[in-house]
T-cell receptor, first 114, second 115 residues
Framework: ETGVTQSPTHLIKTRGQQVTLRCSSQ?????VSWYQQALGQGPQFIFQ???????GRGNFPPRFSGLQFPNYSSELNVNALELDDSALYLC?????????????FGPGTRLTVL | DQQVKQNSPSLSVQEGRISILNCDYT??????FLWYKKYPAEGPTFLIS?????DKNEDGRFTVFLNKSAKHLSLHIVPSQPGDSAVYFC??????????????FGQGTRLTINP
């Protein structure tokens, strides 16, 4: 069974640029959630994708967008990068259908915005 | 507003003793609580959870206690082992978005187990 994988591991961008982060969900999982973890903080919910549609969003502006593909992998896109976007971005996959479905996290992508 | 708070950024415990990590929440709509453990360069790993209809859940060395009236939960690790050294996150959920929860995390507590 393959766990959740994310790419790239690290990324450095400059302010104003755009970035795409990728996540492959655990085998058999159909839902992907994205979280942002700033230094010294806990993860913050960005949004979730289920059946290729956005299915709930946290307090993040529209320049944060995403996609989910038919194989349930997902992308997180951030436009017009700001310095405060520097963080660890985590994706978590789960299988909807259980009462309280456990979310399995990937190792994250460390984004640095200069 | 910080709906889930872990007020101790760090905790140091002797190997073999009990580790107690605390978490407070403000949203009375939370109905499910989880603890995650995170090692450096890895994603958070699910440890144990508790539903709001219970006040205790035990899994091996790990026990979670929930006090709804105080809006407080705690994680007890007995006995503590060096491999338990990690950052522990408390998380809560109220919102069911067609199935999968939206998790609200605390800031984390770094637990260090000393030999």
């Amino acid at each position: 069974e393959t766990g959740v994988t994310q790419s790239p591991t690290h990324l450095i961008k400059t302010r104003g640029q755009q970035v795409t982060l990728r996540c492959s969900s655990q085998s058999g999982h159909n839902t992907v959630s994205w979280y942002q973890q700033a230094l010294g903080q806990g993860p913050q919910f960005i949004f979730q994708y289920y059946r290729e549609e956005e299915n709930g969003r946290g307090n993040f502006p529209p320049r944060f967008s995403g996609l989910q593909f038919p194989n349930y992998s997902s992308e997180l896109n951030v436009n017009a990068l700001e310095l405060d976007d520097s963080a660890l971005y985590l994706c978590a996959s789960s299988l909807v259908g259980l009462a309280y479905n456990e979310q399995f996290f990937g190792p994250g992508t460390r984004l640095t915005v200069l | 507003d910080q709906q889930v708070k872990q007020n101790s950024p760090s905790l140091s415990v002797q190997e073999g003793r009990i580790s107690i990590l605390n978490c407070d929440y403000t949203n009375s709509m939370f109905d499910y609580f989880l603890w995650y453990k995170k090692y450096p360069a890895e994603g958070p790993t699910f440890l144990i959870s508790i539903s709001s209809i219970k006040d205790k859940n035990e899994d091996g060395r790990f026990t979670v206690f929930l006090n709804k009236s105080a809006k407080h939960l705690s994680l007890h690790i007995v006995p503590s082992q060096p491999g338990d050294s990690a950052v522990y996150f408390c998380a809560a959920s109220a919102e069911r978005i067609q199935g999968a929860q939206k998790l609200v995390f605390g800031q984390g507590t770094r637990l260090t187990i000393n030999p």
